[in-house]
């Protein structure tokens, strides 16, 4: 005779999105672990067809409020990679400091306001806040120094439109950063400070053994392009990446899942520290080494402190890039259309960021494909959570689902950009 529990979160909270998780447990063993993903499609792929080549950076940034600019910035490699444009030292060093601007904005946020109540025992920022006011207020002064770059490089901090193909429609003057840097030098102290706080949580044990996918550049850390590397040495550019990765439907969910020559992997900051290690500033490798970070990170719950880690870095390197700012002769290249194809990359502060763009002789777009960190991380997820239940099955109904939401935020999944999450219904037979 089966037994049947049902256990329901009304609402998962600090992620974006909603969804649902059906686990079925029989004999004391995890059976299935699905994670529902039910929200009807949004149809970005199927509306940019019939628009200019120009239209995919604006377009896309409407994916997501929390990182427009890799949506942006993918769309305009795929497209400059397509349309053979290189853009000029200057602008594409611009680029990258706004990309800067985004990962310190995004990891910020989801560190102190989404990710620390989980460690510290509150159910959201505002009742951490009550306790741990400095705490907060050094995530908010790292996210406004983010906010800060969106606003001077992209125009405004949500959706940006100062982005166009072949580079910006207005670039700064030297003097418009000064404020900026204050803003960075407070926010790399802040950064530094939760660094060593957030190595005093405790953290569950638990490794992944999934290959690991992440942009890589020769010279620097990879974060607004790259080519694509892998935990087993492989490597391969953006425009060979549907020859690796596909995509497939499963039967309870409305979102894609990816798969690299039929297997999970995983994408995102644990991928890029691990892969990425050496690129990594000397102060930013410093920290990493205080705070008990090796030269590579596989366990999820550990993800707060890799990101932090990648905040440091991302201040450093906005820094370092301000200070040898040279004010563009021109806002922007010249970006002709030609038929073809065009593929691109970038690092969203969740991961590897996918966009391809079929144009035609006349520049307009005929057929697009966007594949996001969060749809390429689902798998894992749900192999994450099925062992993380496994594992935890003498636990009550409320304690277990705690614990799963915990695991879910490791990952920082921005659902909505490709799905959602909400209700968790426990089956034990």
């Known amino acids: 005779m089966s037994h049947r529990r049902q256990l329901k979160?009304?609402?998962?909270?600090?992620v974006e999105g909603e969804g649902a998780l059906r686990i079925v447990v029989a004999d004391g063993h995890v059976e299935t672990a699905e994670l529902n993903i039910y929200e009807p499609p949004r149809f970005f792929e199927a509306f940019l067809r019939g628009r200019a080549y120009t239209e995919p950076p604006d377009i896309t940034s409407r994916i997501c409020g929390i990182c427009p600019v890799a949506y942006q910035t993918s769309a305009c490699n795929a497209?400059?990679?397509?349309?053979?444009?290189?853009?000029?030292?200057?602008?594409?060093?611009?680029?990258r400091?706004?990309?800067c601007g985004e990962w310190i904005s995004s990891h910020s946020l989801h560190i102190h306001m989404l990710h620390i109540p989980d460690f510290l025992g509150y159910p959201d920022a505002i009742a951490l806040a009550a306790d741990h006011r400095e705490l907060v207020e050094q995530g908010l002064a790292m996210k406004k120094a983010g906010n800060a770059l969106l606003e001077l490089l992209g125009g405004r901090a949500i959706h940006p439109v100062n982005i166009r193909l072949g580079g910006f429609y207005s670039v700064p003057e030297p003097t418009d950063f000064a404020p900026v840097i204050e803003l960075l030098c407070r926010a790399r102290d802040c950064a530094v400070n939760t660094a060593r706080f957030a190595a005093g949580f405790e953290f569950p044990e638990l490794e992944l053994e999934y290959e690991l996918l992440a942009a890589t550049e020769p010279y620097r850390y990879a974060?607004?392009?790259g080519a694509v590397h892998t935990s087993t040495g492989l490597r391969f550019s953006a425009a060979e990446f549907p020859d690796h990765v596909?995509?497939?439907q499963v039967p309870h969910s409305t979102a894609l899942h990816a798969m690299l020559y039929g297997e999970r992997y995983l994408t995102g900051p644990l991928a890029r520290y691990t892969l990425n290690y050496h690129q990594l500033s000397p102060s930013a490798r410093q920290v990493a080494?205080?705070?008990?970070?090796?030269?590579?990170c596989r366990n999820p719950f550990r993800s707060i402190l890799v990101r932090v880690v990648e905040v440091l870095y991302a201040i450093e390197e906005a820094l370092s890039l301000i200070a040898g700012y040279e004010r563009p002769f021109r806002a922007a290249v010249p970006v002709t259309p030609r038929a073809g194809t065009g593929h691109g990359v970038s690092e969203a502060p969740r991961g590897l960021l996918y966009h391809r763009y079929e144009v035609d002789d006349?520049?307009?777009?005929?057929?697009?494909?966007?594949?996001?960190?969060t749809s390429q991380n689902q798998a894992v997820m749900e192999d994450d959570l099925r062992r993380v239940v496994s594992e935890n099955l003498e636990l009550d109904d409320a304690a277990l689902a705690a614990l799963c939401e915990r695991a879910i935020r490791n990952y920082d999944p921005c659902i909505s950009c490709s799905a959602h999450f909400l209700d968790i219904d426990v089956v034990r037979r």
């Open 9 to 14: 979160v009304g609402s998962l909270a600090r």
């Open 362 to 373: 006349h520049g307009i777009v005929r057929s697009a494909t966007i594949i996001p960190p």
């Open 79 to 95: 497209l400059e990679q397509l349309c053979d444009v290189e853009l000029d030292r200057p602008l594409a060093e611009l680029r």
């Open 289 to 296: 080494a205080e705070i008990g970070l090796g030269t590579e």
């Open 246 to 248: 596909r995509e497939y």
């Open 223 to 225: 974060v607004d392009t």
């Open 97 to 99: 400091l706004l990309y």
